[in-house]
């Protein structure tokens, strides 16, 4: 029974990280139909996507608050609709303060749809005994590439916006909340919510910010990675390299799928050689990527930059939220939120920091700041390490708690 339970929370979070990839792409992927739809202008765009993880980190840091009262699966269930239904306010508003709000109320949503997500996967890691917090990351980047997908069908089929949401989100939505009742948690004294009796349930809910800082600090180095990709990928291509409008469209999809591949065996990466080896590994392709892109003589060798960037970046996120769980194993709910908001903080960071180095020196050399930034990572691999790096830290299986069904014990 207890078996089966894990197996059942481990798909239905997985679905929820599927369907957060989907709705997170769907949005980023026609923010011009957006723009265009309310007449916001270029000067004011900017403001409107920086609210977005501004809003997001606040989200964050509320939910890191509520799961001391509430199991994080309680949120998690309430905030994935809250995402998707405020898509349809996206699309579906007259005025601008229509799209504002609605966008408010998605990065609020987006950020305790995140924090509450990745606190179970630390949870459910630890229950498993190995590591499987890849594979819930994996399921979020097929999410992106269907969610891409979809928004790519609207475009070319010159749908209204409201119209391309509505079916993704009326199936969403009912998928998702059924999904929420078989949201599981291994009760590790933090993620269990308020019924935790375990030795963990007395650490408090501070977290010292020096256990965290490098881990914050390398969220923050791979989320600019992550965001110089998904932001400047395509004008790097067509103004930098010459490539052609059509080609310069492939290197984040490229980027997504071998972020995809990677994810998809990295969890076998780590029960084999441990943690701290995937992350490095990882980190020296993320900034060998970042150094191709800058010397490519032309668009085939900077998309096979962008590339050999998505095989490195993307098994450092999760792992950094597995670390984050391990070194606080009593009070992991807590640290996961407080990381969660450098991953904001790096997305924030990363596009404008690219942007005014581009301009003021070269987009070339604007590539090296990140690939620098990103290999600081291995001054903090040592972070990711634990008693026992290819497992997730301890031998105890934890006992099972069910969160869709009020939190009691199985």
Same mark, same amino acid.
């Given at each position: 029974?207890?078996?089966?339970?894990?197996?059942?929370?481990?798909?239905?979070?997985?679905?929820?990280?599927?369907?957060?990839?989907?709705?997170?792409?769907?949005?980023?992927?026609?923010?011009?139909?957006?723009?265009?739809?309310?007449?916001?202008?270029?000067?004011?765009?900017?403001?409107?996507?920086?609210?977005?993880?501004?809003?997001?980190?606040?989200?964050? =840091?509320?939910?890191?608050?509520?799961?001391?009262?509430?199991?994080?699966?309680?949120?998690?269930?309430?905030?994935?609709?809250?995402?998707?239904?405020?898509?349809?306010? =996206?699309?579906?508003?007259?005025? =601008?303060?229509?799209?504002?709000?609605?966008?408010?109320?998605?990065?609020?949503?987006?950020?305790?749809?995140?924090?509450? *997500?990745? *606190?179970?996967?630390?949870?459910?890691?630890?229950?498993?005994?190995?590591?499987?917090?890849?594979?819930?990351?994996?399921?979020?980047?097929?999410?992106?590439?269907?969610?891409?997908?979809?928004?790519?069908?609207?475009?070319?089929?010159?749908?209204?916006?409201?119209?391309?949401?509505?079916?993704?989100?009326?199936?969403?939505?009912?998928?998702?909340?059924?999904?929420?009742?078989?949201?599981?948690?291994?009760?590790?004294?933090?993620?269990?919510?308020?019924?935790?009796?375990?030795?963990?349930?007395?650490?408090?809910?501070?977290?010292? #910010?020096?256990?965290?800082?490098?881990?914050?600090?390398?969220?923050?180095?791979?989320?600019?990675?992550?965001?110089?990709?998904?932001?400047?990928?395509?004008?790097?291509?067509?103004?930098?390299?010459?490539?052609?409008?059509?080609?310069?469209?492939?290197?984040?999809?490229?980027? *997504?799928?071998?972020?995809?591949?990677?994810?998809?065996?990295?969890?076998?990466? =780590?029960?084999?050689?441990?943690?701290?080896?995937?992350?490095?590994?990882?980190?020296?392709?993320?900034?060998?990527?970042?150094?191709?892109?800058?010397?490519?003589?032309?668009?085939?060798?900077?998309?096979?930059? #962008?590339?050999?960037?998505?095989?490195?970046?993307?098994?450092?996120?999760?792992?950094?939220?597995?670390?984050?769980?391990?070194?606080?194993?009593?009070?992991?709910?807590?640290?996961?939120?407080?990381?969660?908001?450098?991953?904001?903080?790096?997305?924030?960071?990363?596009?404008?920091?690219?942007?005014?180095?581009?301009?003021?020196?070269?987009?070339?050399?604007?590539?090296?700041?990140? *690939?620098?930034?990103?290999?600081?990572?291995?001054?903090?691999?040592?972070?990711?390490?634990?008693?026992?790096?290819?497992?997730?830290?301890?031998?105890?299986?934890?006992?099972?708690?069910?969160?869709?069904?009020?939190?009691?014990?199985?």
């Amino acid at each position: 029974m207890t078996d089966a339970r894990l197996r059942q929370g481990r798909a239905s979070l997985a679905f929820s990280f599927f369907a957060q990839g989907v709705a997170f792409a769907l949005l980023v992927t026609r923010i011009p139909a957006v723009q265009d739809r309310y007449g916001i202008s270029d000067a004011l765009l900017p403001l409107f996507l920086a609210a977005v993880p501004v809003l997001a980190g606040v989200g964050s =840091v509320l939910t890191g608050h509520m799961v001391r009262r509430l199991p994080p699966g309680a949120v998690l269930r309430w905030s994935q609709p809250v995402v998707l239904l405020s898509l349809l306010g =996206v699309a579906g508003g007259r005025e =601008v303060w229509h799209v504002a709000v609605a966008l408010g109320v998605f990065g609020l949503a987006v950020g305790a749809l995140d924090a509450s *997500m990745n *606190m179970l996967g630390v949870s459910l890691q630890r229950a498993y005994g190995r590591s499987i917090m890849l594979g819930f990351h994996a399921a979020y980047s097929l999410g992106g590439i269907a969610g891409a997908s979809l928004a790519w069908v609207g475009a070319h089929e010159d749908l209204a916006l409201l119209t391309s949401y509505l079916s993704p989100v009326l199936v969403l939505v009912p998928a998702a909340l059924a999904a929420s009742r078989w949201y599981t948690t291994g009760a590790d004294g933090a993620a269990a919510g308020p019924q935790d009796t375990g030795p963990g349930a007395a650490a408090g809910p501070g977290v010292p #910010f020096a256990l965290l800082m490098p881990l914050c600090l390398v969220m923050t180095f791979a989320y600019i990675g992550d965001s110089t990709v998904s932001n400047w990928s395509a004008k790097y291509l067509e103004d930098v390299l010459g490539s052609s409008e059509e080609l310069a469209t492939v290197p984040y999809n490229a980027y *997504m799928v071998t972020t995809l591949i990677g994810r998809t065996v990295g969890d076998l990466g =780590v029960r084999r050689f441990g943690a701290v080896a995937v992350v490095r590994c990882g980190t020296l392709l993320a900034a060998a990527g970042f150094a191709v892109v800058a010397m490519a003589p032309g668009p085939w060798a900077g998309m096979a930059g #962008f590339t050999l960037l998505g095989l490195g970046l993307c098994v450092i996120v999760p792992q950094t939220f597995a670390a984050a769980g391990r070194l606080a194993p009593g009070q992991s709910d807590a640290a996961v939120a407080r990381l969660n908001v450098f991953n904001y903080v790096g997305f924030l960071v990363g596009s404008p920091l690219v942007g005014a180095l581009g301009d003021a020196w070269s987009y070339r050399g604007a590539m090296l700041v990140p *690939m620098v930034l990103v290999l600081a990572t291995l001054v903090y691999a040592r972070s990711f390490g634990s008693d026992d790096a290819r497992y997730g830290g301890g031998h105890e299986r934890p006992r099972v708690v069910d969160v869709g069904r009020g939190g009691n014990e199985v």
